[in-house]
Each structure stands twice: as structure tokens, then as C-alpha cells.
């Protein structure tokens, strides 16, 4: 049975539970560093789960364009925040997408916006990178959408089994993506930096 979610009037405050969390971690909320601590993290945690108040409309508006253009787009390197849902810790990294359009065409800064509205949540990396992928593909209906996101994970490197080192990554692959062998490597080589056309 699903839990009922909890209303806004009923919850204590953040600031509240803030400063709670901070006497239960040994710490002193009154003292001179830690007086603005709790209205700090809630102006900065409501800013890191912003997603949540974002809808495709904020995201896309009306930067859908019909255009007969058929080949590849990619847009790579886009940067990304978010955190574990798991600790709330962050994981950062790049978020690649390519897709290729059949007769519509999205403003290019859409991509970015797009990987803002599911980044800033409480997040799985697995999950986030077959939203992003799957939105793509319902809001465009294009022939294929690949999504690839490398992440370090903040969970992995300061608690944990801390190895410094590790990068995860994911990818989601539809349509002629996942069909298409030649066409995934050539997504693939385009992220890299290697085109293979």
C-alpha cells in the first residue's frame, strides 16, 4: 500500500529539522557558524531538487520546430549535478544525446534544460539517463534517441569502500539506436571526439 505523501502544512519546518539533525550530529545549531546553517540548506537544497518544480513546458516552450533534417545531432559535454537519493550526496558529470529527428527538431538548448529538470532531484544515475532518453523519444517521436552519462559519485569517494578513481556510466539507447549497430557506433565515436563518417 502507498504511503500518503506528507502536506506541506503538516511538516515541520526545514529550518527546523536542520537544526535538530545539527544537535543530533553533536553540534552546537546556536553558535556563531552554524546560526544561518539551517535557512542555508534549505535555500540550497531547494535549488540542488529544483526538478521537481520544472515541467516539459519550462523545458521545451515552443522551441519545437518541424524541419526535414534527417541525419544525427548530438549534443556532448553537458555538465550535471544532482544527488543520491541514497546518501544525498552529489554526483556530477557529462551527459551526452543524440537522436536522430523525423520531421521535428527541438532548439539546442532544450537538451541542456532537459537534463537540468531530471538532474535536480534525489536521483539514480540508471534511471535519470532512461528519463532523459525516453522524454526525448515521446516528446519528438524521432527515429532513435541515445543518451550516455559518465558521473563521479560523491557516495563512492568520501564514504563507502572511497575509491577515488571510479566513473560510472550509462546509457540508453532506443529506436534505430539500439537497432542499428552502425548507427550506435557512430554515436558512440561522435561523443568521443573519433567521427566515424
Not at 23 to 46: F, H, M, N, Q, Y
Amino acid at each position: 500500500m502507498a504511503q500518503a505523501k506528507p502536506r506541506v502544512d503538516d511538516a515541520v519546518s526545514m529550518e527546523a529539522l536542520i537544526r535538530h539533525q545539527l544537535i543530533l550530529l553533536g553540534e552546537d545549531p546556536s553558535r556563531e557558524g552554524l546560526r544561518d546553517t539551517p535557512e542555508r540548506v534549505k535555500e540550497s537544497l531547494e535549488f540542488l531538487t529544483r526538478g521537481y518544480r520544472m515541467t516539459l513546458d519550462d523545458v521545451f516552450g515552443d522551441a519545437v520546430f518541424t524541419e526535414t533534417y534527417k541525419d544525427m545531432i548530438v549534443v556532448k559535454d553537458i555538465e550535471m549535478y544532482s544527488l543520491c537519493e541514497h546518501h544525498l550526496l552529489p554526483f556530477f558529470g557529462r551527459v551526452h544525446i543524440g537522436y536522430i529527428p523525423k520531421g521535428r527538431l527541438i532548439g539546442l538548448s532544450k537538451m541542456p534544460r532537459l537534463v537540468e529538470l531530471y538532474s535536480r532531484r534525489l536521483q539514480v544515475q540508471e534511471r535519470m539517463t532512461r528519463q532523459i532518453a525516453e522524454c526525448l523519444q515521446k516528446y519528438l517521436e524521432p527515429l532513435g534517441v541515445a543518451v550516455v552519462i559518465e558521473a563521479d559519485h560523491l557516495c563512492m569517494k568520501m564514504r563507502g569502500v572511497e575509491k577515488q578513481n571510479s566513473r560510472v556510466f550509462t546509457s540508453c539507447v532506443l529506436g534505430i539506436f539500439q537497432a542499428d549497430s552502425k548507427t550506435r557506433a557512430e554515436f558512440m565515436g561522435l561523443i568521443k571526439g573519433v567521427p566515424n563518417i
